[in-house]
């Protein structure tokens, strides 16, 4: 079979341009020769809808355009995401559905049978699972069609199952010869190997030719990184789109096996997942401009490089709020920055405004030393004059703190915690690192001074970040062992980490909860990040210490 697989962006709710999307595919498609060309899961409406579901207009609207869709197909197929509705009462209203559309009319529906509800998925709080999904004849093939998790769940590959049913085995059995999955599966560092591994697992197990068509894009805080791919019967490569961008391929499903896999370094992975999700946000946002503070240290150099790469350097502006606490350096490496990016660079001293604020609470602070809390006026002042500009000028403000800063609570609520995107929130500083060699890898981008500089706030004479953190070599461990891997204190020092740095780092991620509630959604990149996939309550006593 000859099959186009149409890799989009999509906008959740925006069905007339999702509508528009899948049309021009379509056609393409026909142009190729494609017998049959495939969408993304949800592709009509976006994925995820999240509670947009709970209002009806919106599957009602999508429903329409199935069927204006449907009604535009010719012998070439077209099978196409959507929300379908759950006619077999009661349950949820709703289905996350796939239907063949050919001939000017739908030929076929399937329902997705396994609904993730763990990390970042929720699809069991808004569809009704399928309680069978039997294979559809199309062009002389038994083919299985499948979406996303339905495909994530074989016995032979997974040590631990979260399923009882095995979608794919049951299609085979019943008579597939070929395996169809429609896919918005969010992209985290190794997702991408793990996802062509159990594939080509699959593949072979079956004997079967596994087509699988990938959503692209960023949706709030999570990206997609397409990639989508065809195996043969054996588990050979046969096609593989590319990452991080929309695509179309026209594959024959029995030509022979052999494509290479290509292969990215972890850094641009990330690099390129953060400049799609930070593009997409604000584009889908209604933003065409960012603004962000330059401190002239390197997680502001790093989302600086990111937000020109997302949108342009004539759309990207940078401050600088220096105190008296401010070194020369620091303002001379984010003046060089801003140079070589080529992006517009303004200097707003906070010194004299931070002295004000000071002598107005005199008199309720006498007697008392200074603390944190005056360090975090100067926060608070330069997010003051950030959001200023972001509303003057309309232009979305870019938080620039990582996710070891977020982790422990070195930030500021309603300080540098201001603004819409926190575009490194789930990069962690020791990647934040790895990120700013690879940006200079052909040439000094960001000044080796913000990089080789010890990390500092800069908000007391002299002070560093190590003052009052492990290096961050071990902080990042602790953060990936407690955090992203869920292990206990306990293990973590079992492993070798530091007893008191794992006591100290934990009680600072556990005591923060409240600040990362309130902070800018983040670009997820890691398999756990602070935000919509991770629920811990703010008002808790249980402590593993």
């Known amino acids: 079979m000859r099959i186009a697989l149409a890799q989009i962006n999509t906008t959740v709710g925006d069905v007339a341009a999702n509508e528009a999307r899948i049309l021009e595919a379509y056609r393409r498609g026909v142009a190729a020769g494609a017998d049959l060309v495939i969408l993304p899961e949800l592709s009509l409406i976006g994925y995820p809808p999240r509670d947009l579901l709970l209002r009806p207009g919106l599957a009602a609207a999508g429903d329409a355009a199935?069927?204006?869709?449907?009604?535009?197909?010719?012998?070439?197929?077209?099978?196409?995401?959507?929300?379908?509705v759950n006619a077999a009462r009661p349950g949820r209203e709703w289905t996350n559905a796939a239907s063949l559309l050919a001939d000017g009319a739908i030929v076929a529906t399937r329902t997705k049978t396994l609904l993730p509800t763990y990390d970042v998925f929720d699809e069991d709080r808004w569809f009704e699972p399928a309680v069978e999904n039997t294979p559809v004849e199309f062009r002389g093939v038994k083919v299985g069609i499948t979406i996303c998790e339905d495909l994530w769940n074989d016995e032979d590959f997974w040590s631990e199952r979260r399923y009882r049913p095995n979608p794919a085995a049951s299609l085979v059995a019943a008579g597939a010869r070929m395996i169809l999955n429609l896919s918005a599966s969010p992209w985290h560092l190794g997702k991408d190997r793990t996802r062509?591994?159990?594939?080509?697992?699959?593949?072979?197990?079956?004997?079967?030719?596994?087509?699988y068509c990938n959503l692209v894009g960023g949706n709030d805080e999570l990206v997609f990184d397409g990639q989508s791919?065809?195996?043969?019967?054996?588990?050979?490569?046969?096609?593989?789109?590319?990452?991080?961008?929309?695509?179309?391929?026209?594959?024959?499903?029995?030509?022979?096996?052999?494509?290479s896999e290509r292969v990215y370094a972890e850094e641009q992975l990330v690099h390129d997942a953060l400049v799609l999700g930070t593009r997409d946000y604000l584009s889908k946002c209604g933003f065409k401009k960012?603004?962000?503070?330059?401190?002239?240290?390197?997680?502001?150099?790093?989302?600086?490089?990111?937000?020109?790469?997302?949108l342009g350097a004539e759309n990207v502006m940078g401050l600088s709020l220096p105190s008296q606490f401010s070194s020369q350096g620091s303002l001379d490496d984010a003046r060089s920055l801003a140079l070589a990016l080529g992006i517009r660079h303004e200097t707003v001293a906070i010194k004299d405004a931070f002295e004000s604020v000071k002598i107005g609470v005199a008199p309720l602070f006498a007697g008392?030393?200074?603390?944190?809390?005056?360090?975090?006026?100067?926060?608070?002042?330069?997010?003051?004059?950030?959001?200023?500009?972001?509303?003057?000028?309309?232009?979305?403000?870019?938080?620039t703190g990582n996710k070891s800063e977020i982790a422990?609570?070195?930030?500021?609520?309603?300080?540098?915690?201001?603004?819409?995107l926190a575009v490194i929130a789930d990069v962690p500083k020791t990647l934040v690192y790895r990120l700013a060699r690879w940006i200079n890898r052909e040439r000094?981008?960001?000044?080796?001074?913000?990089?080789?500089?010890?990390?500092?706030?800069?908000?007391?004479?002299?002070?560093?970040?190590?003052?009052?953190?492990?290096?961050?070599?071990?902080?990042?461990?602790?953060?990936?062992?407690?955090?992203?891997?869920?292990?206990?204190?306990t293990e973590l020092m079992a492993q070798g980490l530091p007893e008191a740095a794992v006591k100290r780092v934990v009680r600072l991620i556990?005591?923060?909860?409240?600040?990362?509630?309130?902070?800018?959604?983040?670009?997820?990149?890691?398999?756990k990040a602070f935000g919509m996939g991770r629920r811990i309550p703010i008002a808790h006593r249980w402590r593993e210490l």
């Open 408 to 420: 422990v609570g070195y930030c500021t609520l309603y300080g540098d915690m201001c603004g819409g």
């Open 229 to 259: 791919l065809v195996l043969d019967s054996e588990g050979a490569l046969l096609a593989q789109a590319d990452a991080f961008r929309e695509d179309f391929r026209v594959i024959e499903t029995d030509m022979a096996g052999g494509h």
């Open 444 to 489: 000094e981008i960001i000044p080796d001074a913000s990089i080789t500089k010890p990390p500092s706030a800069e908000l007391r004479p002299n002070q560093t970040d190590q003052d009052s953190l492990p290096p961050y070599d071990t902080l990042d461990a602790i953060l990936d062992g407690y955090v992203v891997q869920g292990r206990s204190p």
């Open 510 to 527: 556990d005591g923060a909860e409240y600040k990362r509630r309130q902070a800018a959604p983040g670009l997820k990149v890691t398999t």
């Open 290 to 310: 960012a603004v962000l503070g330059l401190s002239g240290g390197i997680d502001s150099a790093v989302v600086a490089c990111l937000a020109v790469s997302a």
């Open 196 to 211: 062509l591994a159990m594939l080509r697992s699959l593949a072979s197990k079956h004997g079967v030719p596994v087509v």
């Open 66 to 84: 199935l069927h204006r869709l449907a009604a535009q197909t010719g012998r070439t197929g077209l099978l196409v995401g959507h929300v379908g």
């Open 368 to 399: 008392l030393a200074e603390d944190t809390t005056e360090e975090n006026i100067q926060a608070r002042l330069r997010g003051v004059i950030l959001m200023a500009m972001s509303n003057k000028f309309g232009s979305l403000l870019l938080t």
